[in-house]
């Protein structure tokens, strides 16, 4: 299954961030925080990577990848299975770069609000030092996990 739901597209354009998990030389998994660029019902994910650190070369070597993201308040998630690749900046249209810079826009905006209601935050604004970006990571999903409690789930049965 590799045919995303509105439901799931919707869940994962709501979180600011996923955990994305790839293998190490080793064979032990790297879990990391990617933000998604876009996503699309035919199973593609497009993920930024700033650093170009272990997820970048653990991709480059082995493209098993997942991406998983939970809401601990409706006690949902995802996680969605698939084989990654690198496009370089030079590659990538102009659109997805703008979905990317609406997105980082949207995360700057949410965190200045917070602030001035006086949640706690960081206060020097992650967001405004990234890098630019060099690259996305795209995901082809292949298998999608659904994290969600069967007994939670509409129509599951209740223990």
């Known amino acids: 299954m590799n045919r995303l739901t509105d439901e799931i597209i919707n869940f994962f354009n709501k979180q600011s961030f996923t955990v994305v998990s790839t293998v190490d030389p080793d064979g032990s998994l790297h879990n990391s925080c990617k933000g998604i ?7 593609q994910v497009y993920l930024l990577d700033l650093y170009k650190r272990q997820t970048y070369a653990n ?57 001035i209601a006086g949640e706690k ?22 298998q999608i996990v659904d994290l969600t409690p069967d007994h939670l789930k509409e129509g599951g049965e209740k223990q």
């Open 121 to 142: 935050g960081h206060s020097l604004h992650p967001e405004l030092r990234f890098p630019g970006p060099e690259y996305v990571i795209t995901v082809k999903i292949n």
């Open 37 to 43: 660029v876009k996503i699309n019902k035919n199973g």
């Open 59 to 115: 991709i480059r070597r082995n493209p098993q990848i997942a991406v998983t993201a939970v809401n601990e308040h409706s006690f949902k998630g995802f996680s969605l299975k698939g084989k990654a690749r690198v496009i370089k900046k030079a590659q990538l249209s102009p659109l997805l770069m703008r979905s990317w810079e609406k997105r980082l826009n949207k995360r700057i905006t949410r965190r200045v609000l917070k602030n």
